[in-house]
């Protein structure tokens, strides 16, 4: 039985509750017996299971002076848990929680393999950032944590790079996130306005203030800009003081995040999505913006180089020039030429980014790890 553990189980925590719960319901599909456990708040209330998954949860708060998690049944679940079958697998997804750090301490005692995912939080911009408490977890557990893994997962050749360039020498599972393929591609209206669209978290990393300052600089006649997402630490309000601020308050709208068919209304209605971010393991967006048909502007710190080469974006820097420069190429295309790049996207996310090809590939690094399967030719 293979676990799979993430510290939410609730879409506000981002990209990672969509990856792992659609890795693990094409796992499930695919045969393999896996489960899911993860932590239950009163901020971040659980979602319901995933049919024929079933999902273990364990109630947590929130320490608010130092913004940190506390499970204290963790480890108690997780014993009671491997009383009925012992994971043959433990896949671990993120770093810095006392979660994290549960489950790694449990899996040490129970002599189980695990697997972590980084999900992103080892590159540069993400360990700058609150670098204070992460300076201090890095040297009380979390390096140690990761040194006793027994594979480490990067989504991207980038995130394989991070972590050899941080020492640890342990194989590595370089496999990329899956994107679920909307039955059909966007099919652009035709009305005004034309619609660009951010969907993500709202918070600093996404460098969305940049974003706002290439839009303003320049002002497409006809689009309007979309950001869609979760509020982190009020980074929304500063976002729409700055675009008042700059003059375009009346060409952005900004919108709490949403989910199923209300954000595939959002895709089917645009021309084009934006992953500008300064820092991304994989950017699951960018990913459904392509699978939905869309031309996709990404900045040169995330993983989709590939836009260029497939002829379906722009992978450019993150400089507000340069963004500005892509806004208006892009703007200036018309929806035919848009929609033509993004079909060009949607192939390639139909060819290499399909959920059930993705899962075969960890599941032959499970059963490896398991000591069930040769060697896969994704570990490095």
């Not at 489960?35 to 949860?57: C, E, K, N, R, T």
């Not at 929130?62 to 499970?71: A, C, E, K, Y």
């Not at 619609?195 to 839009?215: E, Q, S, T, Y």
Request: proline letters at 7%.
């Amino acid at each position: 039985m293979t676990l799979l553990s993430i510290a939410s189980w609730n879409p506000a925590h981002g990209g990672p509750f969509f990856s792992v719960g659609s890795l693990a319901a094409a796992l499930a599909q695919g045969g393999e017996e896996v489960s899911l456990l993860a932590g239950d708040y009163p901020h971040l209330p659980a979602q319901s299971p995933i049919p024929g998954v079933p999902l273990h949860l364990v109630p947590g708060r929130r320490i608010p002076v130092i913004r940190q998690t506390w499970l204290p049944g963790l480890s108690t679940a997780l014993r009671e848990l491997s009383a009925g079958k012992t994971p043959s697998v433990i896949h671990d997804n993120g770093l810095w929680t006392s979660f994290n750090h549960g489950v790694a301490k449990v899996s040490e005692h129970l002599n189980c393999p695990r697997m972590v995912s980084p999900r992103g939080t080892l590159d540069p911009w993400s360990m700058r950032f609150r670098g204070g408490k992460k300076a201090v977890a890095w040297r009380l557990y979390q390096r140690r944590d990761l040194a006793s893994a027994a594979v480490l997962h990067a989504a991207s050749k980038r995130e394989l790079e991070q972590i050899r360039t941080l020492g640890f020498s342990q194989p590595v599972a370089l496999i990329p996130n899956g994107v679920e393929l909307p039955e059909r591609a966007a099919r652009f209206s035709g009305d005004e306005p034309r619609r660009a669209v951010f969907i993500g978290r709202i918070h600093p990393i996404k460098n969305l203030d940049g974003l706002l300052r290439a839009w303003a600089e320049v002002k497409p006649q006809g689009w309007k800009l979309e950001i869609v997402g979760s509020n982190e630490n009020r980074h929304r309000e500063a976002l729409e003081a700055l675009a008042a601020e700059l003059g375009i308050r009346s060409e952005v709208d900004f919108r709490a995040a949403c989910y199923g068919p209300e954000k595939a209304k959002i895709l089917e209605r645009a021309e084009l999505l934006f992953m500008v971010s300064h820092s991304e393991n994989f950017g699951i967006a960018a990913a459904e913006g392509l699978a939905a048909g869309l031309p996709v502007i990404a900045s040169d710190q995330t993983p989709w180089q590939g836009l260029v080469e497939r002829k379906a974006g722009w992978w450019v820097p993150g400089s507000v020039e340069a963004l500005a420069a892509a806004i208006a190429d892009a703007s200036r295309r018309d929806s035919q030429e848009l929609q033509a790049m993004g079909a060009k996207g949607r192939q390639w996310m139909e060819a290499d980014f399909a959920w059930p090809a993705i899962a075969r590939r960890f599941q032959s690094v499970y059963h490896w790890m398991a000591g069930k399967a040769p060697r896969p030719a994704d570990l490095h």
